[in-house]
């Protein structure tokens, strides 16, 4: 069981850039896919963005053409660029392990906020 740490939220204003990190305490070269999920205020968790190890990404449509996910197995971090924000992003921001069950060893999250 992996367990995984996110940063890199913060304030911001519409149109602008945030890049947050996910980093495990143990090796994610073994693991096919980490994904980024969020959770805003009244709404279900949703998933943002998965990547397997090979690379493959998927996106919700909502972001699509504005976030990018990338990993760095041997830093054993997965990280989530996020361009061109919008108020609609705020969210606390989860990162997964994402199995065939669906995903779990989720880590404690990090909060964005988008001001208008």
């Known amino acids: 069981q992996v367990q995984l740490v996110e940063s890199g939220g913060g304030l911001v204003q519409a149109g602008g850039s945030l890049r947050l990190s996910c980093i495990a305490s143990?090796?994610?070269?073994?693991?096919?896919?980490m994904g980024w999920y969020r959770q805003a205020p009244g709404n279900q968790r949703e998933l943002v963005a998965g990547?397997?190890?090979?690379?493959?990404?998927n996106y919700a449509n909502s972001v699509k053409g504005r976030f990018t996910i990338s990993r760095d197995n041997a830093k054993n971090t997965v990280y989530l660029q996020m361009n061109s924000l919008k108020p609609e992003d705020t969210a606390v921001y989860y990162c997964?392990?994402?199995?065939?069950?669906?995903?779990?060893?989720w880590g404690q999250g990090t909060q964005v906020t988008v001001s208008s």
């Open positions: 997964a392990v994402v199995h065939v069950a669906g995903p779990n060893d």
């Open positions: 143990g090796s994610i070269r073994r693991i096919n896919t």
């Open positions: 990547i397997t190890s090979s690379g493959s990404t």
